[in-house]
């Protein structure tokens, strides 16, 4: 979308030679316009721009919380792009190094896979390749590691693509425990599908190990502001300097329900209208091709 608008807008250096320094170009002279080190609105789950909204906070202490506890089952449902990814790797980012993880992106894999992606990522040794071998190995990791003062931790992002029975290997890894305490602490993350599956009956006895559950919604409309200013600021600019009127917040609020990667690409596409018309103040009149634009994305 970015690149197909590139030849409208102003100052970008003529012939400069492949379409690639073309838009390197233009992304200089564009941050460089509105002051950016970088870009504000990038739809990646960077940590650098990690916003604490309510229920981003909220979520990201109950995972901490559940993980230190050593509460077994912490489940994060929320909409689609409403933050868990991000949440995710913040909650890595700031991890105490006595806390051991591995994270599973795709788990729509078989049980032996998975139980093998795990043990890779927790960096265990294990010579042989059955599930058994994995498990024995797994459990022997745990206990050592707890006589180190350690805890483990498996993130499982994408939960809601777990079926039945993957769900039913991964809740006997819970099993994995002391008289005391779990060894394994499992985090699921996934859309608000993951909570429909955990409801059926055949999974009462995982859903009855959830030990601390939390949902991510959309910001609200203060919120909304809060975030784009953050972004904004994150990036190297300013609130001051660029200006969102309240109507456009209003307005991109309302179209993106305040799911975070909507507003992200709906606010990168005010800010080319913006720069195309030589401006850092938008008004409802510089967002609204953006927002006709967006309609169907954020429908
Ligand atoms: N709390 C936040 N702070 C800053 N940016 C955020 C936050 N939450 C989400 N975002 C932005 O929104 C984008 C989408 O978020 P993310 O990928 O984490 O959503 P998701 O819930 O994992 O979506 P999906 O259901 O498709 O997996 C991120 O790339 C990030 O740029
Ligand atoms: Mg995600």
């Not at 498990?135 to 483990?152: P, S, T, V, W």
Request: charged share 20%; with cysteine.
């Amino acid at each position: 979308m970015v690149e197909s608008g590139i030849s409208d807008y102003p100052q970008t250096a003529p012939g400069t030679g492949s379409h690639g320094s073309e838009t390197e170009n233009f992304l200089l002279l564009f941050n460089a316009f509105f002051g950016f080190s970088e870009q504000p609105f990038n739809n990646t789950p960077d940590p650098h721009f990690f916003f604490t909204s309510r229920r981003h906070c909220e979520a990201l202490l109950s995972i901490s919380f559940g993980v230190k506890q050593r509460r077994g089952f912490i489940v994060v449902t929320g909409e689609v792009g409403s933050g868990k990814t991000t949440l995710c790797r913040q909650f890595l980012h700031q991890l105490s190094p006595e806390i051991k993880t591995a994270v599973i992106l795709n788990p729509k894999i078989s049980g032996t896979h998975l139980l093998g992606s795990v043990i890779h990522d927790f960096g265990i040794e294990c010579r042989g390749r059955t599930k058994r071998d994995y498990f024995e190995a797994l459990n022997k990791f745990l206990i050592d590691g707890l006589g180190h003062e350690q805890n483990a931790c498996l993130i499982i992002d994408e939960a809601q693509g777990l079926n039945v029975r993957l769900l039913e290997e991964i809740r006997l890894l819970s099993n994995l425990e002391t008289s005391k305490q779990k060894l394994l602490q499992i985090v699921l993350l996934g859309q608000p599908e993951l909570r429909d599956l955990l409801k059926k009956t055949s999974l009462r006895q995982l859903r009855q190990r959830i030990g601390v559950y939390a949902h991510l919604q959309g910001l609200d409309l203060e919120e909304t502001q809060s975030y784009i200013h953050h972004r904004l600021t994150q990036a190297g600019s300013s609130p001051e300097q660029i200006w969102f009127a309240p109507q456009v917040v209003a307005k991109i609020h309302e179209v993106t329900r305040g799911i975070p990667r909507l507003v992200n690409t709906v606010c990168d596409r005010v800010l080319m209208a913006a720069y195309s018309q030589q401006t850092k103040e938008i008004t409802s009149d510089v967002a609204t091709c953006a927002f006709e634009e967006l309609a169907f994305i954020c429908a």
